[in-house]
C-alpha cells in the first residue's frame, strides 16, 4: 500500500496503517472504478476535511457499511448534474443510445445505476483492503436515497471511537460530489515478516459488474414514493 508509513527508528521499519491511509485507498477505489466506468477522468482533491458525523443530504445519495476487521460506513452524496453526468456516462460507455436514457435524476434508473456504482467501489475498496491489510471486513447492500428537498439524514454506524472525514471528487465537467466516511479509531501494525499481498485488478470488477447491470437489483427510494422513503428511515432508526 503506498501510504503506508514506517516508523522513524530505521531499525524496526514498522509499517503502521491508520484511519487516513485506508480513506486514501478508498479514494482511490471511486476515482478508478468511476473513471473506468464512465470512461472519463474522476479525480479528488488533495485535501481530507474532518467532520463531526456523517450524513446523507441532497440530491442523490447513498450508503454502505462494512465490517469485520473493522467497521465503516461509506457515503456518497451527489448532486443532480454530478449525478447524471455520471449516469450518463456509464450508460453511454455501455452502448446504450442517448434518446433511451432518463432525463430527471430523479428517475430510478439513475439511482439504480448509482447503487451499483457504490457496489463496485466499495467491493474494490474491500478486496484492496482484504489483501493488502490481510484482513477480513465484508460490505452490506448499498441503500440510495433520492430526494428533492432540502434535508440532512445522520446515519450511527454503531462506532466506539469514530474518525470521520469528508473529501471532494471532480467530474470530467467539474461537478463536484464527496465521499463521507467514518471507521473505528484503529490501526494496523506489521509484524517483522510482514508482505503485501496485490489486490485484484479492478478493470475485472468492473467488467464483471456491468455484464448484469441491466439486472442489478440495488433498492432504490424515490422522495416521490412516500412509502419507499418511509421503510428507508425506518431503517435507519429514524
Known amino acids: 500500500m503506498s501510504s503506508m508509513t514506517e516508523a522513524s527508528n530505521p531499525e524496526m521499519a514498522t509499517v503502521v496503517v491508520g484511519p487516513e491511509d485506508i480513506l486514501l485507498e478508498l ?7 468511476l ?3 464512465c470512461h472519463k477522468p474522476v479525480r479528488h482533491a488533495q485535501m481530507i476535511q474532518s467532520i463531526q458525523n456523517t450524513s446523507l443530504k441532497p440530491d442523490i445519495s447513498g450508503f454502505v457499511v462494512f465490517e469485520g476487521g473493522f467497521t465503516g460506513l461509506v457515503v456518497l452524496n ?36 448509482v447503487g451499483e456504482l457504490m457496489n463496485q467501489i466499495v467491493g474494490d475498496f474491500i478486496n484492496k483492503v482484504n489483501m493488502r491489510l490481510q484482513s477480513c471486513v465484508d460490505q452490506s447492500q448499498p441503500k440510495v436515497l433520492t430526494s428533492g ?4 439524514i445522520s446515519i450511527d454506524a ?27 479509531d484503529t490501526e494496523f501494525v506489521a509484524t517483522a515478516d510482514y508482505t503485501a499481498r496485490d489486490a485484484h485488478d479492478p478493470d475485472a470488477v468492473i467488467a464483471g459488474h456491468q455484464s448484469q447491470v441491466e439486472q442489478a ?17 425506518s431503517e435507519l432508526g429514524l
Open 158 to 184: 454503531g462506532l466506539q471511537t469514530p474518525i470521520t472525514k469528508r473529501v471532494a471528487f471532480y467530474t470530467n465537467n467539474n461537478n463536484t460530489f464527496y465521499l463521507e466516511y467514518s471507521m473505528d
Open 149 to 152: 428537498r432540502q434535508l440532512t
Open 78 to 113: 451527489f448532486s443532480a448534474d454530478a449525478a447524471m453526468e455520471i449516469y450518463q456516462d456509464y450508460m453511454l460507455s455501455m452502448g446504450m443510445d442517448e434518446s433511451s436514457l432518463a432525463v430527471q435524476y430523479t428517475s430510478d434508473e439513475v439511482s439504480d445505476i
Open 35 to 37: 473513471s473506468t466506468a
Open 217 to 233: 437489483e440495488v433498492p432504490a427510494i424515490s422522495a416521490a414514493n412516500a412509502n419507499d422513503s418511509d421503510a428507508l428511515l
Open 27 to 33: 479514494c482511490g477505489s471511486v476515482s478508478s472504478v
